[in-house]
């Protein structure tokens, strides 16, 4: 009697699978597949598409490429993060955080290991060239400018551009022709305009950064650590236009050429006030900024990244909720200190009155 009922389940199961508008598959393996697929392409499941998948389970979903990382993120609390585990998430060969304004060092992984700084040590060749150029000085092209290689606005040999252009060019776009331009104009060569800004950048307090070119690209014997990084910034914060040029993450040149910002950290990283980022295959990823919050101000600079964005964000995050620790702290500690002087001159501890009786005394001898 049994073997007749198994055949019966048998039929039954294949007369329903035979049915018209019955899938062959699987929800479960349609959704792994589909699952798979995004990661290939994105490396987690976006938000969109999970919903597109769960209002309809076999309808064709319309997935956003956007890349996450121009989204802006939402700060979060930072306070979950210790030392040691910002350590372990970033993949930065050094990294600072100080505070901006008393220069307290918030974190510190290898401040002090020299390396190639790559593009951010263009904010000296900016800076120099604010302070040295008008506006509308032309800076006329040379061959050597011309023919640099990219990052880069093809600048034309021999015909000349207004300063402010190349300045911005070298600030937002991180063009290596407008720097080499610049310095030529400023020194003559690029050579002794690299002279300058080691000069400068020692006279800001930089003492371990050595500049041999204008543009960052790599040169035996270029150098440049996080902790300098971090003071030359601060150093250039200080000038308005340098400031102002910062925090622009686009501007159109006179000859209607826009020009726009590598820092992405403008549009993604709450605060932000401006930064610089850097690139060679020798320095690989480099960035220096400063970033504001709730009259909190820090300079973040990292070397040697393999994640800079990411980077950039943990130490951000970690930064900000270490500051508003140590501002809960402080304001318990002075809570605590004035109830103490409270309770030392209040008129219910007669011993308290008799002492301050005793000390005016004193002071009138």
Known sequence: MTIPVRKLLVLLFLFFFSLPGVPAYSQSSSSQSFSKVLKSIHKSLPADAAQSRSAGRHQRSIVNLTDDSDIKRKPRNGSNLSAQSVRRKISSRSALVIDSETGDIVYAQAPDVAAQPASTIKIITGLLALQSLEKTDLVKTSRKAAEMPRSKIY???????????????????SANDASVALAEKIAGSERIFAKLMTYKAKIWGARNTVCKTATGLTVRGQKSTVRDLAVIFNKAMENEEFARKMATSKVRTKDGKMLRTHNRALWTV??????????????????????????IELTVAIMGSETMWDDIYTLVEYGFAKKIEEGAVFAQDSSDHDSVLTDMTSPKQGYSLQVISEINKISHL
């Open 155 to 173: 600048l034309k040999r021999g015909k000349s551009y207004p300063a402010d252009d190349l300045i911005n060019a070298v600030l937002l776009s």
């Open 270 to 295: 709450d605060g932000t006030e401006g930064g610089k980022t850097g690139y060679t295959n020798a320095a690989r990823q480099t960035y220096v900024g400063k970033f504001s919050r709730d009259g």
